[in-house]
């Protein structure tokens, strides 16, 4: 069993920052890929940024240059800094990772809670 537990949602102004983090605890798994999703009001739930265990990214479009996704593999968490935010961004942000059991095959994902990021104009 994995258990995600996402922090660093919040109130703040279009151009301020934010820091996500989300971290993975458990025994006996090890984690691949990890990424940040968000669902806004209205709307269907979107990738936002992912890091793969080699170290490579991807970001939606809309977030391309303002944020930055990074993983600590010790602590088995991944962190979302968010940059020059804008109100589009508001959304709860949810924290999706990829593990393998040990001596198991396959992947299974988990996520975490979602941690709510309001951006005011």
């Known amino acids: 069993q994995v258990l995600l537990v996402a922090s660093g949602g919040g109130l703040v102004q279009a151009g301020g920052s934010l820091r996500l983090s989300c971290a993975a605890s458990g025994s006996g798994f090890s984690v691949n890929n990890m990424g940040w999703y968000r669902q806004a009001p209205g709307k269907q739930r979107e990738l936002v940024a992912r890091i793969t265990t080699g170290g490579s990214t991807n970001y939606a479009d809309s977030v391309k240059g303002r944020f930055t996704v990074s993983r600590d593999n010790p602590k088995n968490t991944v962190y979302l800094q968010m940059m020059s935010l804008k109100p589009e961004d508001t959304a709860v942000y949810y924290c999706?990772?990829?593990?393998?059991?040990?001596?198991?095959?396959?992947?299974?994902?988990?996520w975490g809670q979602g941690t709510q990021v309001t951006v005011s104009s």
């Open positions: 999706n990772v990829d593990a393998r059991r040990y001596l198991a095959t396959g992947v299974i994902s988990y």
